[in-house]
Protein backbone atom coordinates (compact mmCIF):
# COMPACT_ATOMS: atom_id res chain seq x y z
CA UNK A 1 0.00 0.00 0.00
CA UNK A 2 0.88 3.66 -0.64
CA UNK A 3 -0.47 6.47 1.56
CA UNK A 4 -0.28 10.23 -0.07
CA UNK A 5 0.03 13.12 1.58
CA UNK A 6 -0.06 16.62 -0.14
CA UNK A 7 1.33 20.08 0.99
CA UNK A 8 2.34 23.33 -0.92
CA UNK A 9 -1.61 24.55 -1.49
CA UNK A 10 -2.45 28.30 -0.63
CA UNK A 11 -3.89 31.88 -1.76
CA UNK A 12 -1.95 33.16 -4.71
CA UNK A 13 -2.65 35.91 -7.09
CA UNK A 14 -2.85 35.50 -10.58
CA UNK A 15 0.10 35.22 -12.64
CA UNK A 16 1.92 33.86 -9.06
CA UNK A 17 3.37 30.50 -8.20
CA UNK A 18 2.88 27.94 -6.12
CA UNK A 19 5.20 24.43 -5.55
CA UNK A 20 2.58 21.45 -4.42
CA UNK A 21 4.74 18.45 -2.95
CA UNK A 22 3.27 14.93 -2.33
CA UNK A 23 4.91 12.97 0.15
CA UNK A 24 4.39 8.88 -0.11
CA UNK A 25 4.69 6.20 2.38
CA UNK A 26 6.26 2.54 1.73
CA UNK A 27 9.58 1.47 0.41
CA UNK A 28 8.04 0.71 -3.65
CA UNK A 29 7.79 4.40 -4.56
CA UNK A 30 9.25 4.34 -7.62
CA UNK A 31 7.54 1.43 -8.75
CA UNK A 32 4.08 3.51 -9.32
CA UNK A 33 3.12 5.81 -11.59
CA UNK A 34 2.37 9.41 -10.19
CA UNK A 35 -0.41 11.94 -11.25
CA UNK A 36 -1.81 15.28 -10.07
CA UNK A 37 -5.57 15.47 -10.70
CA UNK A 38 -7.64 18.34 -9.23
CA UNK A 39 -11.57 19.34 -8.89
CA UNK A 40 -13.21 22.59 -8.76
CA UNK A 41 -16.18 23.11 -6.79
CA UNK A 42 -19.61 21.72 -8.72
CA UNK A 43 -17.11 19.74 -10.78
CA UNK A 44 -15.91 16.63 -11.70
CA UNK A 45 -12.00 15.31 -10.87
CA UNK A 46 -9.72 16.32 -13.53
CA UNK A 47 -6.13 14.72 -14.66
CA UNK A 48 -3.65 17.77 -14.57
CA UNK A 49 -0.55 16.00 -14.75
CA UNK A 50 1.64 12.90 -14.45
CA UNK A 51 4.79 11.03 -14.42
CA UNK A 52 6.08 7.53 -14.84
CA UNK A 53 7.94 5.11 -12.72
CA UNK A 54 11.67 6.90 -13.60
CA UNK A 55 10.26 10.85 -14.03
CA UNK A 56 11.46 11.00 -17.52
CA UNK A 57 8.28 10.64 -19.08
CA UNK A 58 5.60 13.34 -18.49
CA UNK A 59 2.19 13.82 -19.25
CA UNK A 60 -0.21 17.02 -19.17
CA UNK A 61 -3.29 18.44 -19.85
CA UNK A 62 -3.63 20.87 -22.55
CA UNK A 63 -4.55 24.04 -20.08
CA UNK A 64 -1.24 23.18 -17.93
CA UNK A 65 0.63 22.40 -20.72
CA UNK A 66 3.84 25.26 -20.50
CA UNK A 67 2.63 26.51 -17.17
CA UNK A 68 3.14 23.20 -15.22
CA UNK A 69 5.81 20.37 -14.30
CA UNK A 70 5.34 17.49 -12.29
CA UNK A 71 8.85 15.89 -10.81
CA UNK A 72 9.90 13.16 -8.75
CA UNK A 73 12.62 12.73 -6.37
CA UNK A 74 12.43 8.47 -5.96
CA UNK A 75 14.95 9.24 -3.04
CA UNK A 76 12.74 11.17 -1.36
CA UNK A 77 9.20 9.45 -2.16
CA UNK A 78 7.98 12.50 -3.60
CA UNK A 79 6.21 14.01 -5.91
CA UNK A 80 6.11 17.86 -6.77
CA UNK A 81 3.59 20.05 -9.33
CA UNK A 82 5.29 23.30 -10.02
CA UNK A 83 2.59 25.63 -10.57
CA UNK A 84 3.45 29.36 -12.67
CA UNK A 85 1.22 31.79 -14.69
CA UNK A 86 -1.87 30.31 -12.26
CA UNK A 87 -5.00 31.73 -13.52
CA UNK A 88 -8.49 31.93 -11.13
CA UNK A 89 -10.22 29.01 -13.19
CA UNK A 90 -6.78 26.48 -11.52
CA UNK A 91 -8.49 27.10 -8.12
CA UNK A 92 -9.53 23.53 -6.90
CA UNK A 93 -8.78 20.88 -4.27
CA UNK A 94 -5.42 19.27 -5.74
CA UNK A 95 -4.63 15.62 -5.40
CA UNK A 96 -1.75 13.47 -5.71
CA UNK A 97 -2.43 9.50 -6.95
CA UNK A 98 -0.69 6.27 -7.66
CA UNK A 99 -0.93 3.72 -9.69
CA UNK A 100 0.78 0.25 -9.59
CA UNK A 101 1.66 0.83 -13.23
CA UNK A 102 5.07 1.77 -14.98
CA UNK A 103 3.51 4.54 -17.34
CA UNK A 104 1.03 6.89 -16.05
CA UNK A 105 -2.51 7.57 -17.51
CA UNK A 106 -5.27 10.06 -18.16
CA UNK A 107 -8.19 8.46 -16.13
CA UNK A 108 -9.19 8.29 -12.44
CA UNK A 109 -10.14 4.79 -12.14
CA UNK A 110 -6.37 4.06 -13.44
CA UNK A 111 -5.06 5.35 -9.79
CA UNK A 112 -5.43 2.85 -6.93
CA UNK A 113 -4.33 5.44 -4.06
CA UNK A 114 -4.84 9.47 -3.29
CA UNK A 115 -4.44 11.49 -0.80
CA UNK A 116 -6.35 14.06 0.91
CA UNK A 117 -6.10 16.79 -1.16
CA UNK A 118 -4.42 20.68 -0.63
CA UNK A 119 -6.67 23.56 -1.85
CA UNK A 120 -5.30 26.37 -4.62
CA UNK A 121 -7.09 29.40 -4.54
CA UNK A 122 -5.99 31.75 -7.32
CA UNK A 123 -7.58 35.14 -6.84
CA UNK A 124 -8.18 37.70 -9.76
Known amino acids: QVQLAESGGGLVQAGGSLRLSCAAS????????MGWFRQAPGKEREFVAG????????IYEDSVKGRFTISRDNAKNTVYLQMHSLKPEDTADYYC?????????????????WGQGTQVTVSS
Open 26 to 33: GQTFGRYA
Open 51 to 58: VNWGGNIQ
Open 97 to 113: AAAAAPRTGRLVSEYEY
